[in-house]
């Protein structure tokens, strides 16, 4: 039930583009992304509650696909601040379930 | 900004004892989670707890697990008899009402069984 993530696992240069992506074969009703740095608690970026909803933190943006039931974390022009663990999450039944966690490393 | 204050931060204890791991959640929320992760590994769900009781609870949450929420502000995870296979990452969250702000977690406890 938990939804999956891809990629595993992301390495860039500092400027570049990633995008993460997070799908689940239950329907979608919110999808939470967090980001957690090595050894510190997750960090909430954003939700998004409808179908179709786009939302923008800074150079991180999202978009929620409902019919596909799938959403997509988008990184422009990624900074070294952004090395961490990205987890997309559900809220299912007023619980939060995450995915297992897309790694991203920003390299100068 | 408000945050959701967990202690101790380490944990060191022996198999088979009890731990008790404290949160002090964000004062208006009112809705409460426990999150374990294991090393490496994603960020699991343990229990929710809404108006002093239990919502739900993984498979995870056995009879060794307990939560209460003593008084007005703290909230706590009790391990009745500790195995080497608790040693985690336990994570306090709290939410409001609204999913607007997603949920607030904690420091963690990084609770280590020998």
């Known amino acids: 039930q938990q939804p999956v993530q891809s990629p595993q696992a992301v390495i860039l240069r500092e400027g570049e583009d990633a995008v993460i992506n997070c799908s689940s074969s239950?329907?979608?009703?919110?999808v939470h992304w967090y980001r957690q740095k090595h050894g510190e608690a997750p960090v909430f970026l954003m939700i998004?509650?409808?179908?179709?909803e786009q939302k923008g933190h800074e150079k991180i943006s999202a978009s929620f696909n409902e019919k596909k039931q799938q959403s997509s974390l988008y990184l422009t022009a990624s900074q070294l601040s952004y090395s961490g663990t990205y987890f997309c999450?559900?809220?299912?039944?007023?619980?939060?379930?995450f995915g297992q966690g897309t790694t991203l490393q920003v390299k100068p | 900004e408000p945050e959701v204050t967990q202690t101790p931060s380490h944990q060191v204890t022996q198999m088979g004892q009890e731990v008790i791991l404290r949160c002090v959640p964000i004062?208006?929320?009112?809705?409460f989670y426990w999150y374990r992760q294991i090393l490496g590994q994603k960020v699991e769900f343990l229990v929710s707890?809404?108006?002093?009781?239990?919502?739900?609870k993984s498979e995870i949450f056995d009879d060794q697990f307990s939560v209460e929420r003593p008084d007005g502000s703290n909230f706590t995870l009790k391990i009745r008899s500790t195995k080497l296979e608790d040693s985690a990452m336990y994570f306090c969250?709290?939410?409001?009402?609204?999913?607007?702000?997603?949920?607030?977690f904690g420091s963690g406890t990084r609770l280590t069984v020998v």
């Open positions: 969250a709290s939410r409001d009402t609204s999913l607007r702000y997603g949920y607030t």
């Open positions: 239950k329907a979608l009703y919110s």
């Open positions: 998004l509650l409808k179908g179709g």
């Open positions: 999450g559900t809220d299912y039944t007023g619980k939060l379930i």
């Open positions: 004062s208006n929320h009112l809705y």
């Open positions: 707890f809404y108006n002093n009781e239990i919502s739900e």
